[in-house]
């Protein structure tokens, strides 16, 4: 992958712990990697073709100046995801911010974080079997495309579907979205969380009726468990009602661990 590079640009502006810090300010220099491909641009000699680091400077600047954080890591934070944000043709950025005149009482030449954050792509099945079920997850279709930080690229069709897990209730209503995320595994499912309860969902029978189910089926090619959160989801490739609707729109995305297609999948629990 390409790079396009921002070293050492200075700007003044009001970060610190101490209360002097955010009164009187002081420089900082920040350097921003940005991955992206810039062969369309050489071939055209097309600005608009690439990124204008111009005006990436200035949006630095706006962020810095704009705004009076506590941490550097804050700064940094908020400049990687601005930088995203802004150029939805890159995948992943890596800011450092230098602090040169730290107030720590001892020589030292500066004090520098440096982070590097992505776009992430994920699989999230969706499933209704209470109320109006397909309102319940358009909404949510919806609700997550308009967060700021995700973007969905793709949409299943709904299929009915019979409840699993013994309890007796109503069909489900089921697909799968692809969406584009700068959320962490976890700081996506706690956005998921926000956006059931938002419709309504109540967590009282395991298996039980819900309004809304949002589950994280694959992100990246993450592998990874702990006490909330299991990626890829332990039991997709066991569900014909996440397996069907994810293989019309990634039918050739390939479960990390299994290394084997959707497509595979779908076809191996039908037989």
């Not at 489900?172 to 499912?189: A, M």
């Not at 990246?220 to 959160?229: G, N, Q």
């Not at 069907?244 to 990390?256: D, G, M, N, R």
């Amino acid at each position: 992958m390409d790079t396009i590079t921002i070293k050492g640009l200075e700007v003044f502006a009001k970060h610190g712990v101490l209360k002097e810090e955010n009164v009187l300010g002081q420089k900082f220099i920040i350097d921003a990697v940005m991955y992206c491909s810039t062969r369309e641009a050489a071939n055209t000699d097309d600005i608009t073709k690439s990124i204008n680091y111009a005006d990436v400077c200035r949006l630095i600047e706006r962020v810095m100046c704009d705004n009076t954080f506590k941490l550097i890591e804050t700064v940094a934070e908020n400049i990687a995801e601005a930088i995203l944000l802004e150029y939805s043709e890159l995948q992943t950025v890596t800011v450092s911010v230098k602090k040169p005149w730290a107030p720590i009482l001892m020589n030292v030449d500066t004090v520098e974080v440096k982070i590097t954050r992505k776009r992430h792509r994920a699989y999230i099945a969706l499933g209704s079997n209470m109320g109006d079920k397909r309102a319940y997850l358009e909404g949510a279709v919806k609700e997550i495309d308009e967060d700021r930080k995700c973007t969905v690229k793709k949409v299943s069709e709904f299929i009915v579907t019979e409840p699993v897990g013994g309890v007796t209730q109503d069909d489900f209503l089921n697909g799968c979205i692809l969406i584009e995320t700068l959320y962490t595994p976890h700081e996506l499912l706690d956005f998921l969380h926000v956006v059931e309860k938002n419709h309504n969902r109540e967590r009282k029978i395991h298996w039980g009726p819900r309004t809304l189910d949002l589950d994280i089926i694959m992100f990246d090619d993450v592998v990874m468990a702990d006490d909330t959160l299991i990626i890829p989801h332990k039991e997709m490739t066991k569900r014909e009602f996440v397996l069907k609707p994810l293989c019309e729109i990634a039918p050739y995305a390939v479960h990390p661990t299994k290394k084997m297609t959707v497509s595979e999948l779908l076809e191996a629990i039908r037989q």
